[in-house]
């Protein structure tokens, strides 16, 4: 028989665990550089399934250590620096937009406007939706998060050129680099971000009432 896990942090716990563990960053050239390679699953889906194994959150050594173990045959073909390359990309890119996935989706859920709030893995592989909500009157939105940065936007990109696009619509949700670098050494969503999320219902609101009429 499968067994199925589900795992939910508070927003305010998670910022707290951060301030205990705050992120550490590495080196961007060498995750942009000799650690820009496919791995043999999906960074994130470690990440979950670390998650959901646990039960608790961890730090980002705790996680390459996950990867490691999962992904040994395929690190032993790599040469030295693109291992240290894939350890500062799981630092530095996968681990962050992890903790912010799961933020997010607290933030979400607490605001009890939803039905259901969705964290999948699968469709941030896929293309990039990190969270699909359902609102109460069954309209249905995914949301892709992203940073307000050159290279975010430049990353976007390469995902839908090489994934494809998400199905439905997606609203994109900014985290802005003016906000302070707080709790634990990150910037952080707040449920304020969101509004492009509660316009677009509303729109979507405003065409179904249209069409009905």
């Known amino acids: 028989m499968s067994s199925v896990r589900l795992v939910y942090f508070e927003g305010a716990i998670i910022k707290e665990y951060c301030a205990l563990h705050p992120i550490d960053w590495q080196s961007q ?36 250590e996950a990867a490691s173990t999962k992904w040994a045959d395929w690190l032993n073909t790599l040469a030295d620096e693109q291992k240290l390359g894939v350890k ?12 912010d996935s799961l933020h997010a989706w607290s933030l979400l859920v607490e605001s009890g406007k939803f039905a259901y ?32 940065t050159k290279e975010s936007r430049k990353w976007m990109g390469h995902k839908r050129q090489y994934r494809g696009r998400a199905s439905g619509i997606v609203v994109p949700i900014l985290l802005s680099m003016d906000k302070p670098r707080k709790p ?6 707040s449920i304020d971000d969101f509004k492009p999320l509660w316009i677009t219902l509303e729109e979507l609101r405003s065409e179904s009432q249209q069409a009905a009429d």
């Open 184 to 189: 634990g050494n990150k910037r952080w969503y």
């Open 29 to 64: 050239e060498l995750a942009n550089g000799p650690g820009n390679l496919l791995t043999p699953s999906p960074a994130l889906e470690v990440f979950f399934e670390t998650l959901t194994d646990s039960a608790r959150l961890f730090d980002q050594a705790e996680y390459w």
């Open 117 to 148: 709030c969705m964290l999948d893995t699968a469709q941030d592989t896929v293309s990039k939706r990190d969270i699909t909500v359902c609102t109460k009157d069954r309209l249905s939105v995914g949301i892709a998060l992203s940073i307000a």
């Open 88 to 99: 500062a990309r799981m630092y530095r890119n996968f681990y962050p937009s992890a903790i």
